[in-house]
């Protein structure tokens, strides 16, 4: 099935207690689609400033990743983000956002990209996630991502999105601020009552927890112990999930539980270097041989 992805593409400036990266490639649509286009073709749409250097884009040269809706915007400046994690490094502190563009209308959707089946609406103004959503009139299966800004300074708009969506990946700070609950399985349930029938929220090391109406399923996080900067799990997380759903078409519970592990898996290459450079060194191999210690780890008898 098709997949499109719609989000931020930035200019990154990263400390972590491993160094720093300054002004490197970030955004969440960049993330999601590096992940994802090991599993499925994508579409990916969103909105640079001009003075954005076009070459870097360059690393998704080889990669089924379709960059027609990448608008280019004479006279805007391109979205930025300073972040530092410290500690367990499981959440980010938000030094400084520059939203520019991002604080503008939102991308034009190519015509060919009209007839998307799945669609994540990755982390951006929960305005235009709606905006990109109400022009994609086939998506059968739109999953959103947010964070902690939307949640403080958009509320209503960011609850009418979810309301509209099947599915939210977020993780355990944003859904304890989203629903003002401090257990997640309780947390989970909230988010389901504002309208997606399904929720993942993440724990950084500590995994990720799937709820439905009736179900769960409860992930570990892969064991890596080369943590340098975790910019982007998230996305590339949502990336290995979407691009799996995409590429089997189907999304039962079953559908749902593997495409976690995907998830997984394609989260542990990105916190491994900063910005992309873990995630690009995912190939289809190394993804089968950590899906299969993910679970030998989680056999038990
Ligand atoms: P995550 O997967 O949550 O770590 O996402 C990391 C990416 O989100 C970074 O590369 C940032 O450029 C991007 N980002 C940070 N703040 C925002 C925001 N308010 N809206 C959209 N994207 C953001």
New binding site residues.
Partial sequence: MSLLVT??????T?ETPHGKAADV????A??FSLSASLFAPVRLVGVVGADFPADRLDIFKGRPVDLAGVERRAGSKT???H?RYVGDMNA?Q?LR?D?NV?GEAGPQIPPSFADSQVVFL????PALQREALARLKKAKLVVA?T?N??IETTREELLTTLGLVHGVVL?DGEARLLTGRTHLIDAGRRILALGPKFVVIKKGEHGAVLTTADDSCVLPAFPTTSVID?????????GGMLGYLASTGSWGMADLRAAMARGTVMASF?IEGF?YTGLVKATRAAVDERLAALRRIMHFG
Wanted: aromatic share 12%; glycine share 16%; net charge negative.
């Fill in positions: 989000g931020s593409i930035g200019i990154d990263v490639l970030g955004g969440s960049i993330y979205f930025r983000w972040g980010a938000t956002t939203l991002l990755a982390n951006t103004h991502d964070m800004l939307w993780n975790p910019t982007g799990a998230g996305d590339s997380f949502a990105t910005s």
